[in-house]
T-cell receptor
Framework: GAVVSQHPSWVICKSGTSVKIECRSL??????MFWYRQFPKQSLMLMAT?????????EQGVEKDKFLINHASLTLSTLTVTSAHPEDSSFYIC???????????FGPGTRLTVT | AQSVTQPDIHITVSEGASLELRCNYS??????LFWYVQSPGQGLQLLLK??????LVQGIKGFEAEFKRSQSSFNLRKPSVHWSDAAEYFC?????????????FGTGTKLQVIP
């Protein structure tokens, strides 16, 4: 498998500010990473697919100008929530695809609270 | 598009009792199937996966799952539950979507283990 870390694990920001979340693949060079959002007591909803060196592919209904994704290297993808609002408060999870039949390995998640 | 249904939102079992978590999927062909477990404060961990071959799949922590094409099901089982198994369990299906591989998650089943 792959070991994936996220930073920070928990962040509080004020409404209107931006916050960046990092996802690192510690032992695997990942050309593809995924960003998910999980609401309380709900499932993971895929937000976007992050491809190293190219633009991310966003799922329908996800605002690409609000959720900026940068996958600048094979070990790092970042998600920036711009002009955050309270409704953006959620649990954000990234994953790494190892290339073996859809198998993904997940980071521990980042809890975002917008006040 | 593929979809996953986990009909049981919450299940309570006694420690030492057997467990079965239900999962039904919708997809035209045989998909890639997964079970993940999410413990509080931890990332999703892959329990097992099915791609092809033997329809009874063994996973980690004593879990197994059986793929039944006729029922479009991939139920997770464990013969004897331990208190440490208390967590949220997600069934997922992987299939091509929009030119790339996409994994869709069910809504999850929260397992409570009582002494």
């Amino acid at each position: 498998g792959a070991v994936v870390s996220q930073h920070p694990s928990w962040v509080i920001c004020k409404s209107g500010t931006s916050v960046k979340i990092e996802c690192r693949s510690l032992d695997f060079q990942a050309t593809t990473m995924f960003w998910y959002r999980q609401f309380p007591k709900q499932s993971l909803m895929l937000m976007a697919t992050s491809n190293e060196g190219s633009k991310a592919t966003y799922e329908q209904g996800v605002e690409k100008d609000k959720f900026l994704i940068n996958h600048a290297s094979l070990t790092l993808s970042t998600l920036t929530v711009t002009s955050a609002h309270p409704e953006d408060s959620s649990f954000y999870i990234c994953s790494v695809e190892t290339g073996h039949s859809y198998e993904q390995y997940f980071g521990p998640g980042t809890r975002l609270t917008v006040t | 598009a593929q979809s996953v249904t986990q009909p049981d939102i919450h299940i309570t079992v006694s420690e030492g009792a057997s467990l079965e978590l239900r999962c039904n999927y919708s997809y035209g062909a045989t998909p890639y199937l997964f079970w993940y477990v999410q413990s509080p404060g931890q990332g999703l961990q892959l329990l097992l996966k099915y791609f092809s071959g033997d329809t009874l799949v063994q996973g980690i922590k004593g879990f197994e799952a059986e793929f039944k094409r006729s029922q479009s099901s991939f139920n997770l089982r464990k013969p004897s539950v331990h208190w440490s198994d208390a967590a949220e369990y997600f069934c997922a299906v992987g299939a091509p979507s929009g030119g790339y591989q996409k994994v869709t998650f069910g809504t999850g089943t929260k397992l409570q283990v009582i002494p």
